[in-house]
């Protein structure tokens, strides 16, 4: 049997390069290996205030840059979150199996909470168990997330393993996959901290949607460290580190072939190159994001071919919780 991965990710920000590479470009990798099904997952984004056009918008964005980046709708299954009632109504029974306690531990909840102190509310708070209802409906082996999401996953395991020591195997426990990107991508303003798409600076950060000018005036722009040499020095030298390290992701080149590259060049030669080698990864990618969206309708077919296809898998899934937690399944509508 093929093994299921499930992953999903918010429409609360356009992603940058460190997320195209930390996430978008392994999901399209492992469709060869896995059933997988990824997910917009926009009834987390409402843990946040958004513009309801912005979030719609960008619900629509993400769900075509994941075909642009390389994921096969044929292949895999594609759909937005909200378009599959069934992960709200797990969300409720899964409540009924989480506690209070171990809730109250996730750091995210801890840190998000601090962050936006004047809007602490219920969903917030119960994020995990909907990231769970999302894994567990679909029989997840496998669920591809970043080092800050493996709590998640973590709890999402507990809960399923509570829910079958009660009723038997409902659940298949799933395994967090950390996937290895070989390269962390860095802030390019200040590479002691991760590439951030809510950063306050956009110089920071390269967007999967600035255009090419801004791309290279952001990479023209980057900290670069004293001396003129392109060596890769993460701790001596951060800023060209981090230059080198998305050249490298860029190109596919190892770091010690990107130094010989630039040897005797200078930051001059090397700053537009990387923006140049952005660009190279970006534009085809931008282009296929454009052909989706200017055609609304087949985008709006696509969508509801991927949440079809989702909502047989978990259908199935809450029929077996229903009828395991005793709600009255037979004559259900
Ligand atoms: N919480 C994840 C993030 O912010 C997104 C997410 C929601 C997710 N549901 C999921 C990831 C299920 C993996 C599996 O990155």
Redesign the pocket.
């Known amino acids: 049997m093929t093994k299921r991965v ?5 429409p ?1 920000g356009i992603p940058t390069l460190g997320n195209y590479f930390g ?1 978008l470009r392994s999901w399209k990798a492992m469709q060869d290996e896995y059933d997988c099904v990824y ?1 917009v ?1 926009d009834l ?1 984004a409402l843990t946040q205030r958004f513009d309801p056009d912005v979030l719609r918008s960008r619900t629509r964005y993400l769900y075509a840059l994941l075909l642009a980046a390389g994921i096969d709708a044929k292949k895999s299954a594609v759909f937005v ?1 909200s378009h599959v009632p069934q992960h709200c109504e797990l969300t409720w029974i899964l409540n009924c199996y989480t506690m209070f306690g171990e809730l109250s531990r996730m750091t ?1 909840f801890k840190d998000k909470s601090q962050k936006q102190p004047e809007n602490i509310n219920a969903g917030l708070f119960d ?1 995990p168990v ?3 209802a ?2 567990l409906l679909y029989d ?1 082996d496998a ?4 080092q ?2 493996k709590q ?2 973590e709890i ?1 395991r507990d809960i399923a393993e509570r829910f079958n020591s009660v009723y038997g195997g409902i659940f298949i426990i799933p395994q967090p996959m950390i996937p290895k990107i070989g390269g962390k991508v860095l802030s390019l303003l200040d590479p002691s901290r991760k590439m951030d798409k809510s950063d306050p600076l956009p110089g920071a950060y390269l967007s999967l949607a600035d255009s090419p000018d801004e791309i290279m005036k952001k990479c023209k722009r980057a900290v670069t460290d004293s001396g003129a040499e392109v060596r890769f020095d993460p701790v001596g030298k951060p800023g060209v580190s981090n230059l080198i390290g998305i050249y490298a992701l860029c190109t596919g080149k190892t770091t010690q072939d990107v130094e010989k590259e630039f040897e005797g060049k200078g930051y001059g030669v090397f700053k537009p190159a990387v923006g140049e080698a952005v660009n190279a990864v970006l534009d085809p990618i931008r282009r296929d994001v454009d052909v989706y969206l200017s055609d609304g309708s087949q985008l709006d077919a696509l969508m509801r071919e991927g949440a079809l296809r989702a909502k047989a898998v978990a259908e199935k899934t809450l029929t077996r919780v229903r009828r395991a937690v005793g709600l009255a399944e037979s004559a259900h509508v």
């Open positions: 499930f992953s999903g990710i918010q609360s996430a997910s997952v987390h979150q995210q994020y909907l990231m769970a999302d894994i997840s669920v591809p997330v970043g800050d999401q998640h996953v999402a």
